[in-house]
């Protein structure tokens, strides 16, 4: 405890401003990740109206990543993504896609993305999120071409994927659905834009119970592609072939606790998308969430005992290639591990 009190003055300083900015947090929109959006001037609830319609497919996809084992200098990496596709009130498709372990450091990581195929400069930096975001829109993009006129393509995350994949590519999937009369959809759970300083589901959750009810459907538009931005050739992430995105924040059940962000293309019309994604959205277990995106989520999910299987290959080829059980733990024991159990 005396670490503790010896910092208590700047404990007390971080909780006496996280009270002003969760209590007061003032206004104005903000983006940490610096992408070109456009934000509303200010924040307005509105109803979601009934009857919801379901999709006649609803697809989702979801990615996993675990860290099987760590030299510091090397590691190894296993990722995954899944695919769903839930219709007429069942799911009519549950597929785990090929596990695959990457090895990244001491400049293994250009060998991992060459073999990858995947639109994203050859000198770009690689690591484990680059990779589990390739997977899983790769999958997204195979749910595109295989799904009907229609359907709902729902993935993990906002439609501005990690600034390493090319925009255009992306850009490119969204206008091949919207050919194809497929709407792409992104769901993030927890998402990094704030309100005045302030984390902004929050902030509109506390509005939606004051203005259009506890119990209530509801959506916000929050922000859009900036296209101004788009037209600069210097921008990092935004040529002029990029997505174009709207962005809102949407409670999608009565019985829901928490509201998510959710990326549309520019075409979409919000309220009837956000009427199917609600029309999927009633699992008792986690009320408000797409129901095929949390099975998707488990599908792809990289738990113990699969970084204990992967391992357990890897060691075989370690004695089929003679290499000694010492030189092994020497590279891969977690030494500060071991000095904080005593």
Same mark, same amino acid.
């Given at each position: 405890?005396? *670490? ?28 940490? /990740? ?24 609803? @697809?989702?996809?979801?990615? *996993? ?10 590691? &190894?990496?296993? /990722? ?5 596709? @839930? ?22 990581? !250009? ?57 255009? @590519? ?15 959809? *992104? ?30 459907? @509801? ?24 997505? *174009?995105?709207?962005? &809102? &924040?949407? !409670? ?57 299987? &992967? ?21 891969? /024991? ?9």
């Amino acid at each position: 405890m005396a *670490g503790l009190s010896h910092g208590s003055r700047s404990i007390g300083e971080v909780a006496a401003r996280l009270v002003k900015v969760l209590t007061d947090p003032g206004g104005g929109l903000a983006d940490p /990740t610096g992408h070109d959006l456009v934000f509303e001037p200010v924040l307005s609830v509105r109803p979601l109206p009934e009857p919801l319609e379901a999709p006649p497919e609803a @697809w989702a996809v979801d990615g *996993g990543q675990a860290l099987v084992a760590d030299a510091k200098c090397l590691q &190894v990496y296993v /990722t995954r993504a899944a695919r769903v596709c @839930w219709a007429k009130g069942r799911s009519v498709l549950e597929e785990e896609l090929p596990l695959r372990a990457h090895l990244l450091g001491l400049g293994e990581d !250009r060998r991992t993305l060459a073999a990858l195929d995947a639109p994203v400069r050859p000198d770009a930096a690689v690591d484990v999120n680059l990779l589990r975001e390739w997977a899983e829109w790769s999958a997204a993009s195979s749910c595109v071409q295989t799904a009907g006129p229609g359907a709902l393509v729902m993935v993990d995350g906002d439609l501005r994927p990690d600034w390493r994949i090319a925009p255009e @590519w992306v850009g490119r999937l969204l206008r091949e659905s919207a050919a194809r009369h497929v709407t792409v959809v *992104g769901v993030t759970k927890h998402t990094g834009l704030s309100w005045g300083g302030a984390p902004l589901l929050a902030t509109l959750e506390r509005i939606a119970a004051e203005t259009v009810g506890e119990r209530e459907r @509801w959506w916000a538009p929050v922000a859009r592609t900036n296209t101004s931005a788009r037209s600069n050739p210097s921008a990092r992430s935004n040529p002029s072939d990029g997505p *174009g995105v709207q962005v &809102v &924040v949407a !409670r999608l059940d009565p019985d829901a606790r928490f509201a998510f962000r959710v990326d549309l293309p520019d075409h979409a019309d919000p309220v009837a998308t956000l009427g199917q994604m609600a029309a999927v959205s009633d699992d008792a277990g986690f009320p408000g969430y797409p129901y095929p995106l949390s099975v998707a989520d488990r599908l792809a999910a990289c738990p113990a005992w699969v970084r204990d299987e &992967v391992w357990a290959l890897i060691d075989e080829e370690f004695d089929r290639a003679g290499v000694e059980p010492d030189a092994r733990e020497r590279a891969f /024991t977690d030494r500060h591990r071991l000095m904080e159990r005593y």
